[in-house]
């Protein structure tokens, strides 16, 4: 039989089918995959999802109902004034999109995440309604401890939602398939990096977020076949500026505004689902794996505006980011409503009218359809970058 023939192109367009088809559906994939008795689902921005895979429990990232979700229950729980993030994961919960989960695990980075917990658990009593509380401020000594103090909490309530005891010989191979997903996700981001017209922002945002609804492991292997692919890929440099696009770091931007600012520049580094990418090097594999992955919290983690350290100020980290990606500019984005968002975007402007460094602000909200106008403001912005670059 002849062997077939490996088709780079084909393989990547079947890698990124299956991401899409994964991200299209908001709701819990059919089907529980081999090895997981449930699904635990977590809401932006940081969740250790080591402890509920190792816990048997497929953790699931809530990023929203995207812009085709009909409001029908959510609007009698919650004020107008409430991100939509909050709103379609309420609406997921009351609509039955979300009733198999076995629990659901929010963050205190702001009023409107942390009340999630309260409407879960008096709206859907049979789950697991928990607030993680990981620090605001890591810059104290207890900070490591106190961590994982939190993390062994959380496992001893998913221990007794499953069961099933979590064994430290299971978050060890936990810690294993994650680290390997981080390592390959950096190289995502390399190649973003060194060769962005080979890669858009669009295909690795839809590289990353198919973690959301799937097994690690199973992440794993995609991300593997679409790097070994993208190696073959050929695609000619544009003239298109470089630019870092922050703001998308809980709730998630339409696919179409990612799309629109890829036809107009090359975005080299982003904040896009940070919490799945927050950890930046391995987890040691050794010795204890909660005190590891809590001490990997505070040394070996990326930043974000609901996540406080006094070693990463909000204009540094940033400016950072652009210096790293060798970027010409920034597009500073933030969620309707998202109060930290709006904050960060104020103070980043502020520092860039200082410095010097163009920027675009926009806003954006997970419902929006209409991409026209932001799609000419952020061509508009890459034309003037280009201008002044020549
Ligand atoms: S988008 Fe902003 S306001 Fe909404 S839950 Fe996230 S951090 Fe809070």
Known sequence: MPEAVYDSQKELELVLERCNEAVREPGIPPGLPEGFSGTLGHFPVYFPEEIAHAAGLLPMALLGGGNRMEMKHA?????????????????????????????????????????????????????????????????????????????????????????????????????????????????????????????????????????????????????????????????????????????????????????????????????????????????????????????SYVERSAASPVQHDARKSKEGYLMEMLRGANADAAILTAAKFCEPGLDDQLAWSKHFDEVGVPYLVLEFEEKMTSFEQMAMQVETFAESLLFALA
């Open 75 to 295: 609007d009698a729980r919650m004020g107008s004034f409430v991100c939509s993030i909050c709103r379609s994961t309420t609406e997921m919960g009351l609509n039955g999109s979300l009733k198999d989960l076995s629990g659901f695990v929010t963050h205190p980075i702001c009023d409107a995440a942390k009340h999630l917990a309260g409407i879960w658990a008096r709206n859907l009593p049979d789950q697991v309604s928990q607030i993680l509380y990981l620090p605001q401020n890591v810059n104290t000594p207890g900070a490591v401890r106190y961590i994982a103090a939190e993390y062994q909490r959380l496992r001893g309530v998913l221990e007794a939602k499953t069961g099933r005891k979590v064994s430290d010989e299971a978050l060890r191979a936990s810690l294993r398939t994650y680290n390997r997903n981080r390592a390959l996700l950096r190289e995502v981001y390399a190649l973003r990096r060194d060769a962005p017209w080979k890669l858009s922002c669009t295909e690795s945002y839809l590289l990353t977020r198919a973690r959301s609804r799937m097994p690690c492991e199973e992440h794993n292997a995609l991300l593997e076949r679409a790097l070994a692919a993208l190696a073959h890929r050929k695609a000619p440099a544009q003239d298109k500026p470089r630019v870092v696009f922050v703001g998308g770091f809980c709730e998630q931007p339409p696919l179409e505004m990612l799309e629109a600012i890829d036809e107009s520049c090359y975005v080299v580094d982003d904040d896009l689902l940070i919490g799945m990418r927050w950890l930046t090097a391995d987890v040691p594999e050794g010795g204890d794996p909660v005190w590891a992955l809590a001490e």
